[in-house]
């Protein structure tokens, strides 16, 4: 028989990845993404590299889903503790030789390129977390929840340290969803969240002052409107311009005349608002919609712990994002700098989610039917 060309198996290579792909997860996604560059492109009028530079981290990202797409989930298995020791290596490193941008240590320079170690730990804390409880299938025990927490909160602790106090609450929250989907009981949950309540007075007395005005800035925007309260009045306007239908693409004026900041990242939805309306919210919210329903249908379908307790997990972390962004920039949450997935600019979490994504799918083209 002829070897094949290299051509050849490249395209073999191709089709059986493409075969894996899950087809409404896939459609969701590039409904998404096509959304986020067209929104990108008026939004980054007058940086017009950051539209090319997106369009490479999409194909990087695309690239690296279906990579994982095709790994067996014990694959997945083994490499959770080492992406998540990598993780927290990489994240110290930050805090010894990071570079620092607008008054944050974030960002390793690699050289020809920089990237944010707290993205890796989205990932990397879920799976460590479902790794872990998958080796005590059945025999949970109390202090396999405390090693758990400990787990969550080294590297919550790290990020907070750069600071990044929005990223670290989204770890911690990957975290929690693991734990919680791993039968954490109701009377622990209770005293958690009174524990919590109990060390409010504790954390603000920790947080920066930018933490702290952030937070009387989202009950009282007014109070400073050219100053503390400017992004989030500014995004409020933009969304409520946008009337029913919006602007029109490449129309909105409080884009274009720049008044919205960070347009191009963490408020893009106000420049999405602004030009595509009340409708175009909500075909925004069915996308996100059906890609958490099919997420969390692809969990309930999982043959193990591990793959139901990550998928669980990848789930509520996309839910989460989506609705942190969308309420911060609507004024409902205090600004935590956190992007709208697969429709702000970014390299590292685009990858980042591309690589979740991917999970999603190795999750579901290894799944065991149960035999009734």
Known sequence: MNTPSLPQRLGIWLYSRLLVLDPVLLAALGVLGGLGLVTLYSAAYDHPGRFSEQLRNFALAAAVMLAVAGIPPRMLKRLALPVYLVGLLLLAAVLVAGVSVKG?????????????????????????????????????????????????????????RQPDLGTALLVLAAGFFVIFFAGL????????????????????????????????????PMSDPLGKGFHTLQAMIAIGSGGMFGKGWMQGTQTHLE?????????????????????????????FLVLVGRALAIALQASTPFTRLLASAIA????????????????????VGVPLPFISYGGTAL???GMACGMLMCVQSHRKLVQM
């Open 185 to 220: 009981p109701w009377a622990w949950l209770g005293v958690m969240g009174g524990g919590a309540l109990a060390l409010l007075p504790v954390a603000w007395t920790l947080m920066h002052d930018y933490q702290r005005n952030r937070i009387l800035t989202l009950v009282d």
């Open 259 to 287: 008044f919205i900041p960070e347009r191009t990242s963490d408020f893009i939805f106000a420049v999405y608002s602004e030009e595509f309306g009340l409708i175009g919210n909500l075909v925004l919210l069915v996308l």
């Open 104 to 160: 944050a240590q974030r960002w390793l320079d690699l050289g020809a390129m920089r990237i944010q170690p707290a993205e890796i730990m989205k990932l990397g804390v879920p799976l460590v977390l479902a790794w872990y409880f998958d080796r005590r299938e059945g025999a949970v025990r109390r202090m396999d929840f405390a090693v758990a927490a400990l787990l969550v909160l080294v590297p919550v602790a790290l990020i907070a």
């Open 351 to 353: 990858v980042t989610l």
């Open 316 to 335: 509520m972390i996309l839910f989460t994002f989506a609705f942190v962004n969308m309420a911060m920039v609507s004024g409902i949450l205090p600004v």
